[in-house]
């Protein structure tokens, strides 16, 4: 076993949209103490914020989210996903006053490596890999998870095996080490400082003086015993809540919280290597009900840019009815992406996946209603005759359209269709002889009526009487 | 001596190629896809709907005909491949009657705004991607700025945009390499050539009814 631990070392503060313009600190707040677990201004670790506020009365502060922590830790899990399988989380919460959390994500690579190109390549991967999300991470390789989170926390090379980890571990103070605070300073007062003093005591004595959770815990870092815990695994709906920080009332203030919704979902659906089809993002106000806009792709995609510009193009096209509070992403339906296959015969593939492009604008903007395809449908009913829906994709090659067997003598049918009809004050003047069309007494929308061209001016109109109740309708126009 | 006589005669062929030159009858060479009206071709500058233009075709009610002048150019453009896109149609453009035609249905997109401004926005879109040769629009409001728009996105897209606009526009002035009048007469419909840029103006074409 090999792990990468991911160590978002600033996530309290990380976790928050929009970042901060003006300076900001994370608290946490226990009975009557309050203290700075994370800032953008550098304060010493658990800082108590009374003190901190005298000193910087400029700098504002908020509570910590914890579900915005979790949040975005699974997220940077779905990311660790691309490195390999399993992958862990962690979110320590703090034990006592003047603790920060521990956030940490673990992912094995040793079953990766050689698809990767050796543990440099992987690493020189996950650095560009972190560059392009929100959180800045430490990281660390090492045989065991306690391991790989010291080597993240202090900046230390690689450990490639348990012999490497031992060695190195010898050295260590031992403050570093993640053990209860009066364990270590039980540990100092008998006049141990190095980790390695720690590991050479025997272990039955240490046990019976600090309890089994210390030497568990030397067990588990130095990979003596196992270290077992449930994987994190991408289910199978994403659902994503984004807490703002105050209120938006701009939808071009919303679009970075957009950016790193669409890129967090691009993680998900990576790490789950399938693509969306349609997602919704409900947006919650302060004194009323949620509004919500839906999307929908016409071919699944997984490209976090891609899906940004969808949502772009229909976030400058909404008005938000207030101010909004939270933002929440729900997507459900997913398949597999399209692999771009290699064309023989000049780029069909690659224009096909513009023209996709340009229909997944057009519906951003315009909503999915607006852009239609046109089918037919074997029923006499004229309304009923032809079907709207999407526009279908495929380089559809030259063909004639579909004749039914009896569609070849069928009257002639005007270009233009009124759906639904309109009525008509009184009858038409009527040309030649009329179509009688007679169908739809098994589903509940009977029709009689007798069909006409009439001459209104220069146009030329497709009329009938309803035979139930002789009333004249326009239905078409021959133009 | 010779050489220059050369330079001189390449100059003037040069000159002779451009569309922008008058020259009586003879057509320059324009690029256009037949209507698919054979007469109608022999009068229109390069023989058909000028590509990589805007068309306008102005007719007072719908139901004029309008519809019948181009549909033979989209039944072939169709079958031969081509995608056809329908922006902001006064009426449901109805299939049967599109396939009768012989338009291939799945190469015609519909697209219904809301507003003026969506179908000016997606009809400039469709006229640009290169996705679609042919863009038909039924523009609710137009500018002479909108129209340059349009013909701008045109010429990028290399595509035929053909708008269906009200006749009491005929008046306007406009950027459209072709301008088209439609009657009714006791004869047929009656096409007269407002404008047409590299032909000449003014002459007229009756379609049977």
Redesign the interface.
């Known amino acids: 076993m090999l792990w990468l631990c991911l160590l978002p070392h600033r996530l309290a503060l990380e976790a928050l949209t929009p970042p901060a313009d003006a300076p900001l600190a994370v608290t946490e707040r226990r009975g009557p103490r309050r203290w700075v677990v994370a800032s953008t201004l550098p304060l010493p670790a658990g800082a108590d914020w009374g003190a901190v506020q005298a000193l910087h009365p400029q700098l504002r502060a908020v509570g910590r989210n914890a579900r915005a922590e979790r949040a975005a830790l699974e997220s940077l899990a779905y990311l660790a996903y691309r490195f390999g399988q399993p992958v862990h989380l962690e979110l320590r919460e703090p034990a006592r006053p003047g603790e920060a959390p521990v956030h940490a994500v673990w992912v094995e690579i040793a079953a990766s490596l050689r698809l990767f190109g050796g543990l440099d390549a992987l690493l020189a991967e996950a650095r560009a890999a972190l560059g392009g999300q929100p959180l800045s991470c430490r990281i660390g390789v090492a045989p065991t998870l306690e391991g790989a989170a010291l080597a993240a926390q202090l900046d230390r090379p690689a450990a490639r095996d348990r012999q490497e980890l031992w060695d190195w571990l010898q050295g260590l103070p031992l403050p570093a080490l993640r053990l209860p605070a009066e364990t270590l300073a039980a540990l100092r007062d008998s006049g141990l400082r190095r980790a390695g003093e720690l590991l050479a005591l025997p272990r039955d004595a240490l046990a019976r003086r600090f309890g089994a959770g210390a030497i568990g815990y030397l067990d588990r870092l130095t990979g003596r015993a196992p270290d077992l815990r449930p994987a994190v695994r991408p289910p199978p709906r994403y659902r994503r809540r984004l807490d703002l920080l105050g209120e938006v009332d701009s939808a071009e203030s919303l679009l970075f919280p957009a950016r790193r919704l669409m890129q967090e979902l691009a993680q998900y659906l990576r790490a789950r290597d399938t693509g969306v089809e349609r997602f919704t993002l409900r947006m919650r106000h302060a004194g009323r009900a949620p509004s919500a806009l839906e999307l929908r792709l016409l071919a699944p995609s997984r490209g976090a840019e891609h899906l940004f510009q969808l949502l772009r193009e229909r976030l400058e096209r909404t008005a938000l009815p207030a101010a909004v509070r939270e933002l929440e992403l729900c997507a459900e339906h997913f398949a597999a992406p399209e692999a771009p296959q290699p064309d023989l015969f000049g780029g069909a593939g690659r ?1 096909d996946a ?2 996709r492009q ?2 997944e ?2 519906i951003a ?3 999915a ?8 449908a074997a029923d006499h009913r ?1 309304e009923r ?4 829906g999407m ?2 994709a495929g ?8 004749r039914g067997g009896d569609d070849g003598g069928r009257a ?8 639904p009809p309109r009525r008509l004050a009184g009858p038409p003047a009527v040309l030649g002889a009329a179509e009688r069309i007679e169908s739809g007494w098994w589903d509940g929308a009977p029709v009689a009526r007798d069909y006409y061209t009439a001459r209104a ?5 497709w009329v009938f009487q309803d035979r139930a109740d002789g009333q004249w309708y326009l239905q ?4 | 001596m010779t050489a220059a006589a050369g330079l001189r005669g390449e100059a003037v062929a040069r000159l002779l190629e451009d569309p922008r030159l008058f020259r009586g009858d003879a057509c320059a060479a324009i690029r256009a896809e037949s209507t698919g009206h054979a007469d109608f071709d022999r009068l229109l500058p390069g023989g058909g709907w000028p590509a990589g233009a805007l068309t306008e075709i102005l007719h007072a009610p719908a139901g004029i005909g309008e519809l019948s002048l181009v549909l033979p150019y989209l039944a072939r453009v169709t079958q031969a491949g081509g995608r056809v896109g329908l922006v902001g149609p006064p009426y449901i453009p109805y299939a049967p009657a599109l396939a009768a035609a012989g338009v291939v249905l799945p190469r015609v997109t519909v697209v219904r705004p809301d507003t003026a401004d969506g179908t000016l926005w997606a009809a400039e879109q469709m006229l640009r991607s290169q996705c679609y040769g042919t863009v038909l629009a039924w523009p609710q409001r137009t500018d002479e700025r909108e129209l340059r728009r349009l013909q701008l996105a045109a010429e990028d897209g290399a595509a035929i945009g053909i708008l269906f606009r009200d006749a009491r526009h005929a008046a306007q002035a406009s950027p459209a390499a072709l301008r088209l009048h439609l009657a009714r007469t006791a004869a047929g419909l009656d096409v007269e050539i407002l404008k047409c840029r590299g032909g000449i103006s003014g002459r007229r074409w009756c379609a049977a009814a």
Do not use: N, Q
């Open positions: 224009r513009e023209w340009l229909l604008k057009l903007r315009l909503g209603d607006a852009v239609l395809g046109l089918g037919l004229p005759a032809c079907t709207t526009p279908v380089a559809a090659p030259a063909r004639l359209p579909p002639p049918r005007p270009p233009w269709l009124l759906d001016g220069d146009a030329r109109l078409g126009i021959w133009a």
